[in-house]
T-cell receptor, first 113, second 115 residues
Framework: AQSVTQLGSHVSVSEGALVLLRCNYSSSVPPYLFWYVQYPNQGLQLLLKYTSAATLVKGINGFEAEFKKSETSFHLTKPSAHMSDAAEYFCAVSHSGNTPLVFGKGTRLSVIA | DTEVTQTPKHLVMGMTNKKSLKCEQHMGHRAMYWYKQKAKKPPELMFVYSYEKLSINESVPSRFSPECPNSSLLNLHLHALQPEDSALYLC??????????????FGPGTRLTVL
């Protein structure tokens, strides 16, 4: 069975500081990995996804993530946090076949001025 | 246009009411999804439609009844709900038959309150 674990239900950073949101996956087959963001009272929006091409994936709004098979990780980073980045972030995994997305529990990012 | 629309935005209903949630997309996507999201939790998959046919039902109670009248439209019919069914209901769509690399595009959700 596949799953993702997001370390830290809440991360707080200062404006301009590095953002690092952690995601580790568990999958018996090569995974496809996604990061979604959810702003308050809105649906989810895809930030980026890994589909076995480049291991360093660049997404929208300056976010990127690196797939590290040896560490079973897909951490999300952004060099400089902006107030508008405050939101809930979900890591998700799927694999080949007709399987649905499996979401992690989410990490709430707060950005302090 | 990468928009999924959902109506209504908010819905309050009693336990004996019958109501419906509506979802629409015009991106030519052939897979559509219903999720339930409780506060401070991730979305939980309820149903998947692939080419207008129900392909996944995640053991959802029969008081929730999905319908896919055509490739652009997805409904969720609600009847005899319980207060614990209060949640944000999200609709999503993706290009192919819920392929594993397909991006799911989410609507803004319907905030449902059951009294």
């Amino acid at each position: 069975a596949q799953s993702v674990t997001q370390l830290g239900s809440h991360v707080s950073v200062s404006e301009g500081a590095l953002v690092l949101l952690r995601c580790n996956y568990s999958s018996s087959v090569p995974p496809y990995l996604f990061w979604y963001v959810q702003y308050p009272n809105q649906g989810l929006q895809l930030l980026l996804k890994y589909t076995s091409a480049a291991t360093l994936v660049k997404g929208i709004n300056g976010f990127e993530a690196e797939f590290k098979k040896s560490e079973t990780s897909f951490h999300l980073t952004k060099p400089s946090a902006h107030m508008s980045d405050a939101a809930e972030y979900f890591c998700a995994v799927s694999h080949s076949g007709n399987t649905p997305l499996v979401f992690g529990k989410g990490t709430r990012l707060s950005v302090i001025a | 246009d990468t928009e999924v629309t959902q109506t209504p935005k908010h819905l309050v209903m009693g336990m004996t009411n019958k109501k419906s949630l509506k979802c629409e997309q015009h991106m030519g996507h052939r897979a559509m999804y219903w999720y339930k999201q409780k506060a401070k939790k991730p979305p939980e998959l309820m149903f998947v439609y692939s080419y207008e046919k129900l392909s996944i039902n995640e053991s959802v109670p029969s008081r929730f009844s999905p319908e896919c009248p055509n490739s652009s439209l997805l409904n969720l019919h609600l009847h005899a709900l319980q207060p614990e069914d209060s949640a944000l209901y999200l609709c999503a769509s993706s290009h192919r038959s819920s392929g594993p690399t397909d991006t799911q595009y989410f609507g803004p959700g319907t905030r449902l309150t059951v009294l």
